[in-house]
Every structure is written in structure tokens, then in C-alpha cells.
């Protein structure tokens, strides 16, 4: 409490500051030359490339299904896919403990999820994917993007004509 000239104390909170700091002068002094500005909108929000959890693996059953079918790969990623019947995709990661501690492979992580939601609809309906990144260190979002565009299309490709091991166990006496 300070004692104020007519005598009555006022609490420290409730004092007026004597002296604005350099910081808040400047900060003052800028905010009244601003001409008025219409407020701030955020961008329009889209659903559509939202990746929701029903886009996302989740059982040992479902990634072995996809690692017991085709792959391909390229020096960013190695890629797994099996057909689902769904009209949508599906992903699933797995980031080794190889690539280094706990924050390197969430980020790998987060730039594959990132990868897979802004490409969800290039990419051919029906698919379920498991995405393996490379030991690389200077892969990006970009590269991410173009592989698993490319290596995609080659995975279903693949999927798409039948296996020549099912053609010829078929055409076996």
C-alpha cells in the first residue's frame, strides 16, 4: 500500500505507471499511426483435407496385410499398399528408432501425415498405405510429396494386373 498526498493508502496493483518502458512507448506511438484496418478473418477452413481417423491404420492386421503385398521404393520412402474396397485410402506409419531420438521421428512423422492429407485426394481411391521413411536427413515436405505421388501410382500399377506367381500356381497341373 502506498499512502496517496489526500491520505487514503491505494493498493500497488491500482497505481498508474509512472514511465511506459522503451518497449511500450514504440509499441504506443506505432499503434496510433495505423490507419483502421478491417478486422482479421481466418482462412476458410476445409473439411476436405482434414485426415480423419478413420483414414489411418490401426491394427497389427492391417499393416501386415499391407506389408505382405506390394511395395516400391525410392531414396525418400519405401511404401506398402493392399487394396481395401473403401472408397477412401488409408495410411499407416512407421518411423524406426533408427532415424534417432523421440522428436526426429515425430517429425518425420508429422511431414508424412502432412505428405499424405494435402495429396488424399490425387491419389487413387481403395488403397491402404504404409509409409517408411528413408535414413536420410535433409528429406523435406516436397520430397515426401513427390514420392509418395510417384510411387503410388506404381503401387497400384502392380495391384492393378494379376501376380504372375498366382498365373502360373494357376496354370500348374
Known sequence: MIAIPDGSPKPIHQQAPTRLSCYDERLSARSLRLPDLPPVTSPPHHDSLRLTSRQRLKTSDQFKCCYD???AGDDHLLLFAARNGLPYCRVGLSVSRKHGNAVVRNRKKRLLREAFRLLQHDLPPGLDLVL?????SDTGLSHFQTSLKRLVKKVDRRLKKPDARDIHRESAP
Open 69 to 71: 503385398s506390394v511395395r
Open 132 to 136: 517408411v521413411p528413408r535414413f536420410r
